[in-house]
């Protein structure tokens, strides 16, 4: 029988629920009624086709959306293969010294402010990629996309390390009664059992890099246009957001950031509505 705590409990927790779920939707409507001028009369078609140039009266997003979704997919194929790596070293070493202090630093990176990645990339970054190359500024997609892969790194070791530790243990166990060492054992036994987890690191991983804002500001260079290279600059919709807020609050530029926001609101739930699902248990599987 349920005690009068375990119920007023319940009752909180469940308007902790509806308060949440109520301003997310609210968030929601606020960003739709902002951006209403511009979506009106086939304005959505236009604002996901067209290019920005305000001095023509052109307030499109297209090149927006491609810069973000450039920049964050080459920092996650920069990320991928380090992260992996190192979750699998950690993992190798298991509960060693080595693998603990392993991953107490990528623990510690988790805790670093982005301005400070931000900082580095300007001051180290940058110009390394400048005089690398020997063109341009050194402000540019692949700078932002370097930068973002070390943001994004932690989070997608932690994820596979934790992933690797479900796997049950007696797998483990008949991997070693086969005689397997732990290097096989990783490669041929914990990997494939953990490959939804490392699935679900590697979404969040991508939804972090495209809701970033100071690092593509401070290091992608912030020009509208279509990048044709990863050397050339380049805006996403978070620094355009940034950028664009002070704009009068009547004209289509201001109206742009709404339609920005909504874009990420909605990759933001794609990405939720993935992990929930990947995270349930499959048929059969023990949750």
């Known amino acids: 029988m349920r005690g009068p705590g375990e119920s007023a409990t319940e009752r909180i927790l469940l308007v902790s629920a509806v308060v949440s ?8 409507g606020f960003m739709l009624v902002m951006a209403l001028p511009l979506l009106r009369g086939g304005g959505l078609f236009s604002l996901l086709t067209q290019h920005w140039e305000p001095g023509k ?12 979704a450039g920049i964050s997919s080459l920092g996650l194929l920069l990320a991928f293969p380090l992260s992996l790596g190192c979750a699998c070293l950690i993992g190798l070493y298991g509960r060693r010294p080595p693998g603990r202090l392993l991953r107490r630093i990528v623990q510690l990176m988790t805790g670093v402010p982005t301005v400070v990645y931000g900082f580095v ?3 180290v970054l940058v110009p390394l990629i400048r005089e ?6 050194g402000m540019c997609l692949l700078t932002g996309a370097l930068m973002l892969s070390v943001l994004i790194a932690p989070t997608m070791i932690l994820f596979f390390q934790d992933s690797f530790e479900r796997v049950p243990r007696s ?27 490392i699935l679900v690191g590697v979404i969040l991983a991508f939804g972090r890099a495209a809701g970033d804002t100071l690092i593509s500001l401070m290091l992608a260079g912030n020009a509208v246009q279509v990048p044709g290279s990863v ?5 996403t919709l978070t620094a355009h957001i940034a950028l664009v807020i002070a704009a009068d609050y009547e004209s289509p530029e201001f109206r742009s950031i709404f339609a920005c926001g909504l874009i990420l609101y909605l990759f933001i739930t794609v990405i939720t509505v993935l992990v929930r699902r990947l995270a349930m248990p499959e048929s059969g599987e023990r949750p």
Not at 21 to 28: H, N, R
Not at 231 to 235: F, M, T, V
């Open 57 to 68: 009266g052109l307030y499109g997003i297209y090149p927006l959306l491609i810069t973000t």
């Open 132 to 137: 690398f190359f020997q063109t341009g500024s």
């Open 21 to 28: 779920a109520s301003v997310t939707v609210l968030i929601l």
């Open 231 to 235: 050397l050339d600059s380049a805006r």
């Open 121 to 123: 990339g300007i001051f």
């Open 171 to 197: 797998h483990l166990a008949a991997a070693e009664a086969l005689g397997a060492d732990r290097a096989q054992t990783l490669l041929y036994v914990v990997l494939p059992a953990a490959r939804r987890g």
